[in-house]
């Protein structure tokens, strides 16, 4: 058996995050699609409601789980892009190398992020599997039916995000180990 070194180690762990960070592309980009749909289902129900005084409790439910679907499979896109909210007032400043932002990011993300990901995917899972055993509707008339497919967004959201944090993970270690040398 051939020993592996940390050269081919690096190798390794550099595709296995630039897969992560091209399926996180796709599904960031795909998900903006929905943006444009979001904003042209606002328009027409905007417009029925105030031009005609016809609304539709469907529509209305309609904008809010394309809203959620937006959020939740775009954090992770967000997080790929580092366009996440983060506490700023030590990271920015000129107190910190790379180095030391890049140790930051790493231990966020392996104490904080991904142990904050794994909750919320074990917590959703039976809610949204309730949903699904009873299928659950809107209570509302006219409302949406399926519930426990926009609940089901909850975890896949932060499945995506929880893959792309491992990446991002892998590489700010590879550029504080980098920096160390």
Known sequence: MVPITIKKLKTIFNKFSSKIDAFTEYTGKSTSWLVITLVLLVGYDVS??????????????????????????????????????????????????????????????????????????????????????????SPDPGGLPARWLIKSMIPAGFCLVLIQGIAEAIKKLTQALEKEQ
């Not at 529509?59 to 789980?65: M, N, P």
């Not at 996440?84 to 910190?96: A, T």
Request: charged residues 20%.
């Open 48 to 137: 029925m409601r105030y031009l005609f005084r016809s609304g539709s409790i469907g529509i209305q439910e309609l904008e809010w789980h394309l809203f959620s679907i937006i959020f939740l499979i775009g954090a992770a896109y967000t997080l790929k892009h580092d366009e996440h909210v983060r506490l700023d007032i030590l990271y920015r400043s000129k107190l910190l190398t790379d180095k030391h932002r890049a140790w930051i990011d790493v231990f966020g993300t392996l104490f904080i992020l991904i142990p904050f990901c794994l909750l919320i995917i074990i917590s959703a899972w039976p809610f949204v599997s309730q949903a699904y055993i009873h299928n659950e509707a």
